[in-house]
C-alpha cells in the first residue's frame, strides 16, 4: 500500500523528535482538520543571511542571536542556506552548524527550512538526513544549478526520486534566474506526492502564481510567495504566506501583513503592504547587486547592523570591495521608509 502524506509527515515529527528539532505537529492528528496537520509551512519565513567573522569562518553564536530576534519579531520560521545565506559558498558542515545554531535561538515551537542545494540527488538525500539531525524541519530543493535546461519530464523524476528518499518534507524552490525553471506542468504533476508540502515561488511574474495556485487548488499543496514586489497581491489570492529575504531583516512588516489579511483587517493590511511597496525599490532599483551579488548578503547585514542586531557586515566571497558611498546611501533610504532602528 502506498504511503500517504499523513504517514510521511507522521514519520518526519518523530525523527524530528528523535534529533531534537520541531515536530511537524504538535497535537495529535484526531485533534486538528486534515489541513491543519498536513500543513507544517506557512505564516512568515525568514530567508536567513550567514553571518561570518572576520577571517570569513561561520559566525554561529551571531547566528543563534539573530534567529532568536526573528522569531520574537514575528517570524513563523527560518529559511538557512538559501541564496541569500551563501549556500554556494558552505560546506555541508558549516550548513549543519548554521542549522544547529538557528535552532538553538529559535527555539522548539517554530519551524526551520534548510537548503539542501548539492551536485548529484544522493548527495542531496544524504543532506536531507544530516540536516534533520542538526535540527531542520523541512527539506528546501532547487532545480539543479546548471547551464544547461532540464525538460519537465525530467525535473517531474528528480523531485519525486528526491522525496521519495528524503528524510525530511520537501518544499519545492523556483526562482526565475535559475536555467531550468520549475515549470507548471511539474509542480501539478507531483504536486499530491506525500512528502513534497509545497513550494517557494520566486518567479518572474505575478500571473505564474496565480496560474500555480489555481492549479493546486484543493490540494495540501503550500505556495509561499518568495517575490517581494508580488507579495501584497499573493496572499489575497491565496499564497499561505511570505517565505523572503527582506522579512530576514523586517519580520514584522510581513507578520502584520500575514495577520491582517487572516483578520480581514483591510486598513492594517493596506497601511502594511504601502510599507512593503516602498521597502521592495530597494530590490528593484538601490541595490547594486549588477556588480556584485555580494551586495545582497551585505546589504541585509547592513539593516540587520542598523536595527543592532548584528555587529559586522563580513561577507564570504573574496575580492569583494564594496562601494563606500553604498552604506550611507543605504541608511539614508531605511530611515526616510520608517525600517527599525536600534
Given at each position: ?30 485533534d486538528?482538520s ?16 550567514t553571518?561570518?567573522?572576520e577571517?570569513?569562518?561561520i559566525d554561529?553564536e ?16 527560518i529559511f538557512?542556506a ?8 558552505l ?8 542549522i ?23 548527495a542531496?538525500?544524504d ?27 525530467e ?5 519525486t ?28 504533476a507531483i ?13 518572474a ?21 518568495g517575490n517581494?514586489?508580488?507579495v501584497v497581491?499573493?496572499l489575497?489570492?491565496?499564497c499561505?504566506?511570505?517565505?523572503s ?15 491582517s ?10 497601511k502594511a503592504?504601502a ?18 551579488f ?10 540587520l ?13 573574496p ?24
Amino acid at each position: 500500500m502506498k504511503p500517504s502524506r499523513r504517514d510521511f509527515l507522521t514519520a518526519g515529527s518523530m525523527l524530528a523528535l528523535s534529533s531534537g528539532a520541531l515536530p511537524l505537529t504538535t497535537a495529535k492528528a484526531d485533534d486538528k482538520s486534515d489541513a491543519d496537520y498536513l500543513n507544517p509551512i506557512g505564516g512568515v519565513i525568514s530567508v536567513a543571511v550567514t553571518p561570518y567573522h572576520e577571517d570569513h569562518t561561520i559566525d554561529t553564536e551571531t547566528m543563534t542571536s539573530v534567529s532568536e530576534r526573528l522569531g520574537q519579531a514575528g517570524a513563523d520560521g527560518i529559511f538557512v542556506a538559501g541564496s541569500t545565506g551563501d549556500m554556494a559558498l558552505l560546506t555541508i558542515p558549516e550548513r549543519e552548524a548554521l542549522i544547529a545554531a538557528t535552532r538553538k535561538g529559535l527555539g522548539t515551537t517554530k519551524k526551520i527550512c534548510a537548503g539542501i542545494g548539492d551536485w548529484s540527488i544522493p548527495a542531496m538525500v544524504d543532506n536531507t538526513k544530516r540536516f534533520r539531525d542538526a535540527g531542520a524541519d523541512v527539506a528546501v530543493v532547487m532545480a539543479p544549478i546548471m547551464f544547461f535546461v532540464y525538460s519537465p519530464a525530467e525535473m517531474t523524476a528528480f523531485f519525486t526520486e528526491i522525496a521519495d528518499r528524503s528524510a525530511l518534507p520537501i518544499l519545492l524552490y523556483h526562482h526565475a534566474r535559475v536555467s531550468t525553471p520549475i515549470e507548471p506542468e511539474t509542480i501539478f504533476a507531483i504536486a499530491d506526492h506525500p512528502n513534497i508540502i509545497g513550494m517557494k515561488e520566486t518567479g518572474a511574474n505575478f500571473e505564474r502564481t496565480e496560474q500555480i495556485l489555481e492549479g493546486v487548488k484543493g490540494k495540501d499543496f503550500v505556495v509561499m510567495q518568495g517575490n517581494e514586489p508580488y507579495v501584497v497581491k499573493s496572499l489575497k489570492i491565496g499564497c499561505r504566506g511570505v517565505l523572503s529575504a527582506l522579512a530576514g531583516v523586517w519580520p514584522e512588516l510581513f507578520h502584520e501583513l500575514v495577520r491582517s489579511c487572516r483578520a480581514g483587517d483591510d486598513a492594517a493590511y493596506d497601511k502594511a503592504a504601502a510599507k512593503l511597496t516602498d521597502m521592495t525599490h530597494l530590490f528593484l532599483g538601490l541595490m547594486p547587486v549588477a556588480k556584485s551579488f555580494s551586495y545582497f548578503g551585505l546589504t541585509m547585514k547592513q539593516m540587520l547592523k542598523y536595527r543592532g542586531w548584528i555587529d559586522n557586515t563580513n561577507v564570504r566571497m573574496p575580492g569583494f570591495t564594496p562601494d563606500p558611498a553604498w552604506e550611507p546611501e543605504l541608511y539614508e533610504f531605511l530611515a526616510k521608509n520608517g525600517f527599525p532602528k536600534k
